[in-house]
């Protein structure tokens, strides 16, 4: 997924990601994050700044609810 390093990612975006892992990759949505945090932030959480951050968390608490 290409990146835009204009403004914050919204939630539904990383919804989209996040699933997109779990569903190529047959794995839970913890080890999808786990993926995401080293695949698109480097490890980094400061990499797109932190409100992407936060929209990050906040799609992976709602689909770790589902």
């Known amino acids: 997924m290409t990146v835009n390093h204009a403004g914050a ?10 699933n997109l892992i779990r569903l ?3 794995c839970t949505i913890e ?7 080293e695949l698109f932030f480097h490890s980094n959480i400061e990499e797109y700044g932190l409100q992407t951050y936060q929209q990050f968390l906040a799609a992976f608490h709602e689909l770790q609810k589902k």
């Open 9 to 18: 990612l919204k939630k539904e975006y990383f919804l989209s990601y996040l």
């Open 31 to 37: 080890q999808a994050k786990e993926i995401a945090m």
């Open 24 to 26: 190529s990759r047959n």
